[in-house]
């Protein structure tokens, strides 16, 4: 074969080579520098989603276990947390129940999440009180006690709050009911309003994981 042919032959191979490598490199860029999806819009299903999750207060407090937890503790898994307390009567036992039928709603397939009490009335809801309450609701139920102003900063980072007042000489604890949804990296991710029907807060979740996850995929993370 002519000497020049060859040139021409390999100068035409490294041009190839060259476009397929720009070509390759174009895709890897774009599958990690992607705008991200909005967040999904659920109003039917009475819950908000933030396009961006929000920080928690940094805290320290116990859990039903009698072992200290900080915002670290709440990494590496998705959490559904509620603010009330053991002696409810009614909100409280309700929302509980709805969560626990969650539980059982949503597909094995996804990830498992847990469930927590952040206690708005630590004065009573001692460690060993928390963990009798939430274990008869199952074993991804985990409750937080501990120092009044701390719960309550961890309870205002959630959307939430709660008041203590007096009624025929017995505490009450007026306090919200939205369920607040943390993903795995322990920041509030959406807001799941009452009325709360199981079905819904399952689909909630599964949407709501499934845009996580797809954007997680976009940015290359």
């Known amino acids: 074969m002519d000497r020049s042919v060859r040139i021409t032959l390999f100068a035409l191979l490294l041009l190839v080579l060259l476009v397929f490598g720009l070509v390759i490199a174009r895709q890897v860029y774009l599958v990690g520098n992607e705008e991200p999806e909005p967040a999904p819009v659920l109003a039917e299903l009475n819950a908000y989603v933030y396009d961006e999750p929000r920080e928690l207060v940094d805290f320290t407090l116990t859990d039903e276990n009698g072992e200290t937890v900080t915002r670290e503790s709440l990494r590496g898994r998705w959490t559904f947390a509620f603010v009330g307390y053991t002696n409810c009567p009614d909100v409280c036992p309700a929302a509980m129940a709805n969560l626990r039928r969650t539980d059982q709603l949503i597909s094995n397939e996804l990830p498992q999440?847990?469930?927590l009490l952040v206690s708005a009335d630590p004065e009573h809801d001692t460690p060993e009180k928390l963990k009798a309450y939430t274990g008869f609701f199952g074993e991804h139920f985990h409750g937080y006690t501990g120092d009044l102003d701390t719960l309550r900063a961890l309870a205002?980072?959630?959307?939430?709050?709660?008041?203590?007042?007096e009624a025929d000489g017995e505490l009450?604890?007026?306090?919200?009911?939205?369920?607040?949804l943390l993903n795995p990296d322990g920041k509030l991710a959406a807001l799941i309003q009452p009325p709360h029907k199981p079905e819904a807060v399952a689909e909630a979740f599964e949407r709501i994981y499934a845009w996580a996850r797809d954007n997680r995929e976009r940015s290359g993370s």
């Open 172 to 180: 009450l604890v007026d306090h919200s009911a939205h369920f607040a």
């Open 156 to 165: 205002k980072s959630l959307s939430a709050v709660f008041v203590h007042r």
């Open 113 to 115: 999440p847990d469930y």
